[in-house]
């Protein structure tokens, strides 16, 4: 069966950083656009990070640019997102998310078939 499971979240202090782990079983990542996403309490979910099929391209939300980057191990089945330079505001449960299909006119993180449980990454100020 298809499951993502998400980890390395936790409690770090403004200017820190974390590295999340999505570990995907059932399928191949490298076969998948992988997003990531957060949401933040009381705030609606938003888009943090893509990485295409085949590592072909990146994305990234205005606000993590420059500070967050998205990778994958394929001999692990596994992506990461590294969180550098962290901000209160980066404050959210993290969900890594998978899809096969690509959408015209829409973000990379639309449509996604397949969400892991979240981990939650808390940063104090």
């Known amino acids: 069966e298809v499951q993502l499971v998400e980890s390395g979240g936790g409690l770090v202090q403004a200017g820190g950083s974390l590295r999340l782990s999505c570990a995907a079983s059932?399928?191949?990542?490298?076969?998948?656009?992988i997003g990531w996403l957060r949401q933040a309490p009381g705030k609606e979910r938003e888009g943090v990070s893509c990485?295409?099929?085949?590592?072909?391209?990146?994305k990234y939300a205005d606000s993590v640019k420059g500070r967050f980057t998205v990778s994958k191990d394929n001999a692990k089945n596994t992506v990461y997102l590294q969180m550098n330079s962290l901000k209160f505001e980066d404050t959210a449960v993290y969900y890594c998310?998978?899809?096969?299909?690509?959408?015209?006119?829409?973000?990379?993180?639309?449509?996604?078939?397949?969400w892991g449980k979240g981990t939650l990454v808390t940063v104090s100020s």
């Open positions: 998310a998978a899809k096969r299909r690509t959408y015209a006119s829409r973000s990379c993180h639309y449509g996604m078939d397949y």
């Open positions: 059932g399928f191949i990542v490298d076969d998948y656009v």
């Open positions: 990485i295409s099929r085949s590592d072909v391209s990146t």
